[in-house]
């Protein structure tokens, strides 16, 4: 209806960001991150179609996050724009420290956190199970392997054995690898693959030495190696032998690594099966030879599972695989890790390497001394060609090792380069400088972590080691970067490339962000974060902590009972993630420690301000939650569950009901609820309004 004669004509005036046309904005969200296409989502209301609708959404998880496990599961299940939601708050509750489930899921001797999987062996002698829960997608039941029963299937003669060890190895796929080791009477070491969901021994193998033993596997492979083989030079080195698990048959020859230099996995050696190919990296280059005044580079490998034929193994080649110039400065080796990491975007595999160093007089605008620890990206690329592969097994880096001697000779006597490569401040994420470092020793500290996906490095840390009370006070400590807004300017180019490495980082990153998890006491909340540290730091619980992590969950054990289990703690930050029998609906998020604008001192701030939502800046304490209605949580003074103390009943449901029941006496495997369940204290998910989750 239009107006009448004089009556003034009101336009409704729009923005023009939100008139732009889908087909533009999915332009202009090529070129936006997934964090800033979330908050671009927050600006109004009209825009929040970017985060809801499917299409746009399967487009941006597919170009940005393809290789995710929320991927994995919008492919599968088509809901992608869920999937995009618990992408970017699984990323933002790590980089702030902000658990979205934290409980005490089970009681252990000992226990391994593999890529979700919880294995844990629990020894109520002469009884002993191996439990395995999976994190990852919160089942509601878990895996129960009788030992004795499995090892005497497996190995008949060792029934005659009394005293035995078992430890979990590796377990992925459905496949776990254990090391069995028994005397009768002299030392025998086995290598037991099984399939527990299907009860079935894959393969049983009895092993020549397990120094420093690994296993990694992926549905069709098997490959486990040793440090064991000695060189002409009396050092050791690893050896590797591959298994066909669908054949079930061994490769017929071993794999003999005589170039890949270092012994622990995990600091100065890793191993890892990513997608088809098995890849070896190490972070040294000579064996009982200090690199002093000449560049480091790494060494790095790959061969297909199928394929491990020397003639047919990949490797870094020298310009791409540049480590550190030793007049870098020293290395605190106890702070250090080493890793192969997937990107979640484009699945290019990068080294990940954590280092303290002891920093020099550095040229530039800022000259500092004293140790920072820094977190290094390299990205792993091997010759295009196949033609480029090397073809000379002895052969590192370029340069011929006819034998071990004379390998180590050359190395010697090689020319002592000074070559500087110059880094990208995106591969070099600078982490805490001496004025923090100072304060936190490695003693205090049971994790060391990083995660490239949102830039955030995290530490396990106990509080009580500084302070004056005798109980432990486990905390988490996370610092993430964020990008500059405005980019270098043209002009100042020139000058750029004469800065330090600090200097270019500072410029194109601002100060690391500082939350740490639960947040202080204070007067007003201590009430409500009880239940929180009681789950964090178990009463009746005191003593080592042993921590493993992954980029979406914290798994720890602590202390021990007087039944000498320990009580293992999880903490989640994926919003999907649930227990049965967690309280849900309070929020407690990640409390910033406020530095100042260079990023180098840390002073820690606190904010009573509230705020519920999970996707704003977490720069204060929040707490939400009813104050004084549960009780502080004491599993120590709980009664163990049934199957711990005593052997499990026979009318446990089969794990495929529909298949044939084995006779009476011989099953080693069958499901049960998980021991969590059962355990005295409360479970919390900070993600999920008010309620109990029962299912």
Excluded at 273 to 283: A, M, P, Q, T, V
Excluded at 292 to 314: A, G, K, N, Q, V
Excluded at 346 to 362: M, V
Excluded at 515 to 524: A, D, I, L, S
Aim: glycine share 6%; aromatic share 10%.
């Amino acid at each position: 209806m239009l107006p009448s004669r004089g009556e003034p004509i009101t336009w409704q005036r729009t923005s023009g960001l939100h008139r732009t046309p889908y087909e533009i904005m999915a332009y202009i969200l090529q070129y936006l991150d997934i964090d800033d296409i979330f908050n671009l989502s927050l600006c109004c209301h009209h825009l929040q179609y970017i985060i809801l609708e499917e299409s746009l959404c399967k487009a941006i998880v597919t170009a940005k996050a393809y290789y995710t496990l929320e991927a994995e599961e919008a492919r599968l299940n088509g809901r992608f724009s869920r999937a995009l939601r618990r992408l970017i708050k699984r990323r933002r509750a790590l980089s702030q420290a902000s658990p979205y489930v934290v409980g005490i899921v089970g009681l252990a001797d000992n226990y391994q956190y593999i890529r979700g999987k919880l294995c844990y062996i629990i020894e109520a002698r002469p009884r002993r199970w191996l439990r395995i829960l999976d994190l990852h997608d919160s089942t509601s039941h878990e895996l129960v392997i009788d030992i004795p029963a499995l090892v005497r299937e497996a190995v008949p003669r060792s029934a005659k054995s009394r005293k035995y060890k078992f430890r979990t190895l590796y377990h992925a796929n459905g496949i776990t690898s254990c090391l069995f080791s028994f005397a009768l009477p002299n030392t025998e070491n086995w290598l037991l693959v099984f399939k527990a969901g299907e009860q079935s021994i894959v393969e049983k193998l009895q092993l020549e030495s397990t120094a420093k033993l690994f296993v990694r596997n992926n549905e069709d492979y098997l490959y486990f190696g040793t440090h064991s083989e000695t060189g002409a030079d009396g050092l050791r080195r690893w050896v590797l032998q591959g298994f066909n698990i669908r054949d079930r048959t061994w490769f017929p020859r071993k794999r003999h690594l005589p170039n890949l230099v270092g012994y622990d996995t995990g600091s100065t050696v890793c191993f890892e099966i990513i997608d088809e190919y098995f890849y070896g990296l190490s972070n040294q280059t000579a064996f009982e030879v200090e690199e002093i005044d000449w560049t480091s580079y790494y060494y790095c490998f790959r061969f297909r599972l199928d394929e491990p034929d020397p003639l047919r193994t990949e490797i870094m080649e020298r310009d791409s695989s540049w480590r550190r110039q030793h007049a870098d400065g020293p290395i605190d080796d106890r702070w250090g890790f080493l890793k192969l990491d997937k990107d979640e975007a484009s699945g290019r595999i990068n080294i990940i390497e954590a280092r303290k160093e002891w920093l020099t007089g550095q040229s530039g605008s800022r000259r500092q001394k004293g140790t920072r620890r820094n977190y290094y990206i390299t990205e792993v690329i091997f010759p295009a060609n196949r033609e480029d592969v090397s073809t000379e097994p002895s052969t590192i880096h370029g340069e011929r090792m006819d034998d071990q001697g004379s390998g180590l000779i050359g190395y010697i006597d090689r020319p002592k380069e000074i070559t500087q490569q110059d880094r990208s401040p995106q591969n070099v994420h600078l982490g805490d400088d001496s004025s923090v470092t100072s304060i936190l020793t490695r003693s205090m500290i049971h994790l060391c972590a990083y995660q490239r996906c949102c830039e955030t490095f995290f530490d396990l840390i106990d509080d009580a080691s500084t302070g004056t009370s005798s109980h432990q006070s486990l905390y988490l400590r996370t610092g993430h970067r964020k990008p500059r807004p405005t980019p270098i300017s043209r002009a100042s180019l020139a000058y750029h490339n004469e800065l330090t490495l600090e200097d270019k980082h500072w410029q194109h990153y601002l100060p690391n962000e500082i939350y740490r998890w639960p947040p202080r006491k204070t007067q007003w909340n201590s009430d409500l974060l009880n239940d929180v540290y009681h789950i964090l730091n178990p009463p009746g619980f005191q003593g080592s902590v042993t921590a493993s992590s992954d980029e979406r969950s914290i798994v720890y054990s602590i202390g021990s009972d007087s039944n000498g289990l320990k009580a293992l703690v999880y903490l989640s930050f994926d919003p999907a993630a649930k227990l049965k029998g967690m309280v849900c609906g309070a929020r407690v998020l990640g409390q910033q420690d406020m530095a100042d604008s260079q990023g180098e001192t840390i002073h820690f701030g606190f904010s009573s301000e509230l705020r519920m939502d999970v996707t704003s800046q977490h720069s204060q304490d929040v707490i939400s939650g009813d104050k004084g209605k549960e009780k502080a949580i004491d599993v120590s003074h709980g009664q163990l569950a049934s199957y711990v103390v005593a052997p499990p009943s026979m009318e446990v449901p089969s794990m495929h009901p529909s298949s044939p029941q084995p006779e009476e006496g011989t099953r080693w495997a069958w499901t049960a609820k998980p021991m969590h369940e059962d355990l005295p204290g409360k479970k919390f998910n900070f993600g999920i309004p008010n309620r109990q989750i029962d299912a």
